[in-house]
């Protein structure tokens, strides 16, 4: 369940991040905005997921969060994403250093679970 927490956290960090900077006038550049708004809104509710049920579900959300966020992030530092390039602050490594969290500890748990690999078996002995 520790690992579940710290994704959890990972996820909400990033979220709060992307709110806070939503806040500060990201919601003024147009489809990142919107963007930003989205994560945040999705990192608290992977979060919430991940504590109350214990599925493969939340999981794959989580590394899926942490991947597409970090890769948003480092297409933005590169190239510019929507006409926006973004640089590395405090706030980006702190969301950077999350994101990598979500997806290490989200696929840890995949793994780590029994959900990769072969079919895996309810308490029911059902196959899910």
Not at 81 to 99: P, Q, R
Not at 104 to 124: A, I, T, Y
Request: proline residues 1%; contains cysteine; glycine residues 10%.
């Amino acid at each position: 369940m520790f690992l579940r927490l710290l994704a959890a956290l990972a996820a909400v960090v990033s979220a709060v991040l992307h709110l806070w900077l939503w806040f500060d006038g990201v919601k003024d550049q147009g489809e990142v905005g919107v963007m930003f708004l989205v994560n945040a809104a999705a990192g608290v509710v992977i979060a919430v997921m991940l504590v109350t049920w214990r599925h493969w579900v939340p999981l794959f959300l989580v590394a899926g969060f942490g991947a597409s966020t970090l890769a948003a992030f480092f297409i933005s530092t590169t190239v510019g994403l929507f006409g926006i390039e973004a640089g590395w602050s405090w706030y980006a490594w702190v969301a950077a250093v999350a994101e990598v969290v979500c997806v290490v500890v989200g696929l840890w748990l995949l793994k780590d679970e029994g959900w990769l690999g072969s079919r895996h078996q309810s308490k029911d002995g059902l196959s899910v």
